[in-house]
């Protein structure tokens, strides 16, 4: 309801701007916080050696309107062009609400600029950078373990340089992932808090098996860690809003952004868990988003005799590569914090080429993370995280008849109409807003739209 009238007002009252841009961009060259007008004014050789992750327009010195976006996709970028004019936003919705149809919006692919103008028909499509994924010439698990906990290293660096003594806080599933950026946050940054999710049932107010083990890590790591909880018919509630900012409509992304939509708000809120100066600055949101896809660390959940989230049948060492490609689209973490005015760092995907040197055999094994990781990160992780059998899909526990799939299933919601929802926030029909995402990666254009 809250989205249909959103939309309605936007409507009536169409913007004048053509930038509608909400999501931070971070930056950094030669080990410093850059700007997107460095990375423009940098030479094509230079900006390969950007790191970040960032969705920005700028204007270079030829006059072309240019259109950028990091390497794998972790902040989303949108246009439409009505001749010679440029409109943009990070989020789909907007675009739609001042009376663009979806059919005439595209993504700026990762890795990718776009350049528009300064000629009526001028328009190019350029790729700026890419994830390599290098032929193994060491088969030495150490070397590579010390080379990624220097790259993991190197990235809290960076992100210290960044947030300074802003708020941070750790979203944490009681997982290796979230656990390994909780002990570095720990090391490398001041006034870090931990948040973790419950799902509530019937009142209940006991833990999800999750949030017991996050409030266990945290006491080791000595980082406090509040729970969030949330009723079953409060995450219903929020698919429409999950629907329209997290920009997808396939399952396991509603699923798992709908987790981050509970934490977003009341993060946003006055009860904010983050301590004395949380009133005057929002905390920055870190996540152990990307490690799954860098690491193939996925499967699929049977639950009632169906099976969700199926995965293409290959091996690992090749299934991450989809996975890695995947990220371009769905805006499960960045787009819904933002939503709600709150900046999201995910730092695997600063450092993912580190991860994609790594050789395909080395992820093949079912507990091939766990193994690799504790060689990365040794005791800095409390040693039964590395022994706890992986929780999929947001349910909380390892039961997947938890959680929210299995809010989804009693409800009877599935992807076909999670799609048609999404179509209709969107003012599209079902086969429009199914072409939108297409082998993991938003509707592009190579040429310019409408030639």
């Not at 841009?21 to 080990?31: A, C, G, K, Q």
């Not at 949108?78 to 919705?93: A, K």
Request: charged share 25%; with cysteine.
């Amino acid at each position: 309801e809250r989205c249909r009238r959103e939309t309605e007002q936007s409507q009536e009252q169409p913007g004048e701007q053509d930038i509608r841009m909400h999501v931070t961009n971070y930056i950094w060259s030669d080990e410093k916080v850059s700007t997107p007008d460095d990375w423009i004014a940098a030479s094509a050789e230079r900006r390969a050696e950007f790191v970040g992750q960032f969705a920005f327009s700028g204007e270079d010195a030829a006059g072309r309107t240019v259109l950028a976006r990091d390497r794998l996709g972790v902040n989303k970028l949108f246009f439409t062009l009505e001749g010679g004019r440029v409109r943009r936003s990070n989020f789909l919705i907007e675009l739609v609400r001042e009376g663009v149809n979806l059919a005439d919006i595209w993504s700026v692919p990762s890795g990718h600029a776009v350049y528009v103008g300064p000629g009526a028909s001028d328009y190019v499509l350029q790729k700026h950078i890419g994830l390599e994924y290098p032929p193994a010439v060491d088969d030495d698990v150490d070397r590579h373990a010390v080379r990624v906990r220097r790259a993991l290293e190197k990235t809290f660096e960076y992100i210290a340089s960044s947030v300074g003594d802003n708020p941070v806080v750790v979203t944490m599933s009681g997982g290796l992932d979230s656990t390994t950026i909780a002990a570095l946050a720990r090391e490398y940054l001041s006034n870090v808090e931990g948040v973790t999710f419950s799902l509530t049932k019937d009142g209940d107010e006991a833990d999800s098996e999750d949030a017991i083990f996050a409030k266990r890590v945290g006491g080791d790591l000595g980082i406090p860690v509040r729970t969030i909880r949330a009723t079953t018919s409060e995450i219903l509630d929020l698919v429409d809003d999950v629907l329209v900012y997290g920009q997808d409509y396939r399952d396991f992304n509603v699923h798992c952004g709908l987790v981050n939509a509970v934490i977003a708000a009341e993060l946003a809120g006055k009860d904010s868990p983050v301590s004395d100066s949380a009133s005057a600055r929002p905390p920055v949101v870190l996540t152990g988003d990307t490690m799954n896809e860098l690491m193939a660390d996925y499967s699929a959940v049977t639950l009632d005799n169906r099976t969700y989230y199926e995965l293409p049948k290959m091996n690992k060492g090749l299934l991450r590569r989809f996975l890695v490609g995947g990220l371009d689209s769905g805006d499960r973490e960045v787009g819904i914090f933002a939503r709600h005015g709150l900046d999201v760092i995910q730092p695997y995907a600063l450092c993912a080429e580190v991860y994609a040197a790594l050789p395909g055999w080395l992820v093949e094994a079912d507990d091939a993370k766990q193994r690799f990781v504790e060689r990365v990160m040794g005791d800095r992780v409390p040693a039964y995280i590395y022994n706890r059998p992986k929780v999929r899909a947001q349910a909380g526990d390892a039961e997947a008849g938890q959680g929210i799939l299995g809010a989804f299933r009693q409800a009877d919601i599935g992807q076909e109409e999670l799609l048609a929802r999404f179509a209709e926030l969107l003012n599209s029909t079902v086969e429009e807003a199914g072409r939108l995402i297409k082998a993991g990666f938003y509707r592009f254009t190579e040429t310019r739209p409408g030639r």
